[in-house]
């Protein structure tokens, strides 16, 4: 497993889980313009909408009637004997969709890291994501494991196979796989209708939002991981499909790399009119600029058009990713003439 060092600047780890990878095929990690709906606390409420119809809608018990086998990221078939009364998540992402499901009461061991809705504070923890306490989580008597490739080790992932756990490894590389891995956990889980529907609400509302989007002009952006040393984001990665969705262009997205380490020079260069920073890498866009000071002649500089967004509604695919990609259109468009 190779790991991309950490921003010496990062003051909260939950969120930034998309740092460690590990993955068993890998060496490494049009038409007339519709209203921006529901960004802020309009998409919130909706969001909540959502994720209190899925897990009260309908007749749950004749849902939970079956269960059937389901392929996960690593090309497992996972087949459980019964639907998994008691299931533990290894991801903060897979707490949250689990959540969004109604599976709240079958959840029995979470993370460190799992903070997310806050009555997930009630649940036991098992440690953290790249070292759980697997002494704790066998403890538990889980029907299944969710773990992820984004977090989580192989060799913990080797450690629960050999100790005879049920165990489903989910990996979302962009927003397509979110809400795939939503269907998958939902059919997984016995909640395959709940899944379906939430997947479909999300999908349709991530779909408006990048209609609008593509209306605007794109925004050359710079979405910075860390400010000590500069960090960015290669093409290929998630949090460059948001920004292309949002209607920006990635100004490092001609990196060969994932998370490439920039110079100021390469950035006084390549010009961002908007720098996209997440919460867990900087307080405030002073704190942006002092790190970036001698580029005042860079657009995003001069203009002020620094951001802060909120890590975990960016890093985290789950069902808040939609959340994400409307805070990163708000900070590359002007939305204040539009119907909120």
Same mark, same amino acid.
């Given at each position: 497993?190779?790991?991309?060092?950490?921003?010496?600047?990062?003051?909260?780890?939950?969120?930034?889980?998309?740092?460690?990878?590990?993955?068993?095929?890998?060496?490494?990690?049009?038409?007339?313009?519709?209203?921006?709906?529901?960004?802020?606390?309009?998409?919130?409420?909706?969001?909540?909408?959502?994720?209190?119809?899925?897990?009260?809608?309908?007749?749950?018990?004749?849902?939970?009637?079956?269960?059937?086998?389901?392929?996960?990221?690593?090309? @497992?078939?996972?087949?459980?004997?019964?639907?998994?009364?008691?299931?533990?998540?290894?991801? *903060?992402?897979?707490?949250?969709?689990?959540?969004?499901?109604?599976?709240?009461?079958?959840?029995?061991?979470?993370?460190?890291?799992?903070?997310? $809705? $806050?009555?997930?504070?009630?649940?036991?923890?098992?440690?953290?994501?790249?070292?759980?306490?697997?002494?704790?989580?066998?403890?538990?008597? $889980?029907?299944?494991?969710?773990?992820?490739?984004?977090?989580?080790?192989?060799?913990?992932?080797?450690?629960?196979?050999?100790?005879?756990?049920?165990?489903?490894?989910?990996?979302?590389?962009?927003?397509?796989?979110?809400?795939?891995?939503?269907?998958?956990?939902?059919?997984?889980t016995g909640r395959a209708q709940a899944g379906d529907s939430l997947a479909?609400?999300?999908?349709? @509302?991530? +779909?408006?939002?990048?209609?609008?989007?593509?209306?605007?002009?794109?925004? *050359?952006?710079?979405?910075?991981?860390?400010?000590?040393?500069?960090?960015?984001?290669?093409?290929?990665?998630?949090?460059?499909?948001?920004?292309?969705?949002?209607?920006?262009?990635?100004?490092?997205?001609?990196?060969?790399?994932?998370?490439?380490?920039?110079?100021?020079?390469?950035?006084?260069?390549?010009?961002?009119?908007?720098?996209?920073?997440?919460?867990?890498?900087?307080?405030?866009?002073?704190?942006?600029?002092?790190?970036? @000071?001698?580029?005042?002649?860079? *657009?995003?500089?001069?203009?002020?058009?620094?951001?802060?967004?909120?890590?975990?509604?960016?890093?985290?695919?789950?069902?808040?990713?939609? +959340?994400?990609?409307?805070?990163?259109?708000?900070?590359?468009?002007?939305?204040?003439?539009?119907?909120?």
């Amino acid at each position: 497993m190779k790991l991309l060092p950490r921003s010496r600047n990062n003051r909260s780890s939950p969120s930034s889980s998309y740092f460690y990878w590990f993955d068993p095929t890998r060496t490494a990690p049009s038409g007339s313009a519709p209203s921006l709906p529901c960004i802020g606390m309009r998409l919130r409420a909706y969001l909540w909408i959502v994720l209190f119809l899925s897990s009260c809608g309908g007749d749950r018990s004749s849902e939970l009637a079956t269960v059937h086998p389901v392929a996960d990221d690593m090309g @497992r078939t996972v087949s459980l004997p019964h639907v998994p009364g008691r299931i533990v998540s290894l991801s *903060p992402h897979v707490t949250e969709i689990l959540f969004a499901l109604g599976l709240d009461s079958s959840i029995v061991g979470v993370t460190d890291y799992c903070d997310f $809705p $806050p009555s997930v504070r009630n649940i036991p923890r098992v440690g953290g994501l790249s070292n759980p306490n697997l002494e704790k989580l066998v403890e538990l008597g $889980p029907d299944v494991v969710i773990m992820t490739v984004s977090g989580n080790t192989r060799q913990d992932f080797e450690s629960l196979e050999r100790l005879n756990l049920a165990v489903f490894v989910t990996n979302p590389r962009n927003l397509s796989g979110v809400f795939d891995s939503i269907r998958r956990i939902g059919v997984l889980t016995g909640r395959a209708q709940a899944g379906d529907s939430l997947a479909s609400l999300l999908r349709k @509302r991530a +779909d408006s939002l990048t209609a609008f989007a593509a209306t605007r002009r794109n925004i *050359p952006t710079l979405f910075l991981l860390s400010i000590q040393p500069i960090i960015s984001i290669g093409k290929e990665t998630f949090l460059d499909e948001l920004i292309r969705l949002a209607g920006g262009t990635n100004v490092s997205s001609g990196s060969s790399i994932a998370y490439p380490l920039l110079s100021k020079e390469e950035i006084l260069q390549r010009a961002p009119e908007v720098i996209v920073v997440s919460s867990d890498v900087a307080a405030s866009p002073d704190d942006v600029a002092h790190a970036l @000071r001698g580029l005042s002649t860079v *657009p995003a500089v001069a203009h002020k058009r620094i951001t802060i967004v909120e890590a975990d509604l960016v890093s985290r695919p789950g069902p808040r990713i939609v +959340d994400g990609l409307a805070t990163i259109i708000k900070a590359l468009h002007d939305t204040s003439g539009l119907r909120h």
